[in-house]
């Protein structure tokens, strides 16, 4: 049984670079979000994707982000111009689009930006 | 806007003691609401899982209730062990199934004592 994956597990990066995460979701669910926790808090609520499409985005989603999930499967999410403010862990979740809406998460990225 | 509250955010324990970790949250309009368990710099494990028309649900030495009407949710732990050390967080999905997007406590952060 593979559950969700995400990748890579930790990333560094400096201020000012781009970053690309990757998220693959348990095969048969059909919705897909992106959360982001910072130390010591919950996971905010970031973005959501039925399929390929991209339903509904938070406002902490700055015009520097964008996420895609090209064909219905995997997503990426990509920050631009980095600020150490986006360091963070950011989990993906799927599940399926029917009855119980259960959320299974994946590992998380663990960002930081120096 | 939802908000979701879990208080204490810290709570220690002897192995072997029962223990109740307590949720609220402001808008009853919810769809379900989950617990996880979450270790250190990993991502969120689900625990239970119930809909807003359920008023318990029980997993081995887990049990979550629900009151719906008065915004609350308990999760019992029986018969405490080390192993059981982690961080718990709530969760809400709205109403509308359409997007069950999760609003989430801080989390209380268990540690239990051999």
């Known amino acids: 049984d593979t559950g969700v994956s995400q990748d890579p597990r930790h990333k560094i990066t400096k201020r000012g670079q781009n970053v690309t995460f990757r998220c693959d979701p348990i095969s048969e669910h059909n919705r897909l979000y992106w959360y982001r926790q910072t130390l010591g808090q919950g996971p905010e609520f970031l973005t959501y994707f039925q399929n390929e499409a991209q339903l509904e985005k938070s406002r902490l989603l700055s015009d520097r982000f964008s996420a895609e999930r090209p064909k219905g499967s995997f997503s990426t999410l990509e920050i631009q111009r980095t600020e150490q403010g986006d360091s963070a862990m950011y989990l993906c979740?799927?599940?399926?689009?029917?009855?119980?809406?259960?959320?299974?998460f994946g590992p998380g990225t663990r960002l930081t930006v120096t | 806007k939802q908000e979701v509250t879990q208080i204490p955010a810290a709570l220690s324990v002897p192995e072997g003691e029962n223990l109740v970790l307590n949720c609220s949250f402001t808008d009853s309009a919810i769809y379900n609401l989950q617990w996880f368990r979450q270790d250190p710099g990993k991502g969120l494990t689900s625990l239970l899982l119930i809909q807003s028309s359920q008023r318990e649900q029980t997993s081995g030495r887990l049990n979550a209730s629900l009151d719906k009407s008065s915004g609350r949710s308990t999760l019992y732990i029986a018969a405490s062990q080390p192993g059981d050390s982690a961080t718990y967080l709530c969760a809400v999905a709205r109403e509308t199934g359409a997007n069950s997007k999760l609003t989430f406590g801080k989390g209380i952060t268990l540690s239990v004592r051999p």
């Open positions: 979740a799927s599940s399926r689009g029917q009855s119980s809406y259960e959320q299974y």
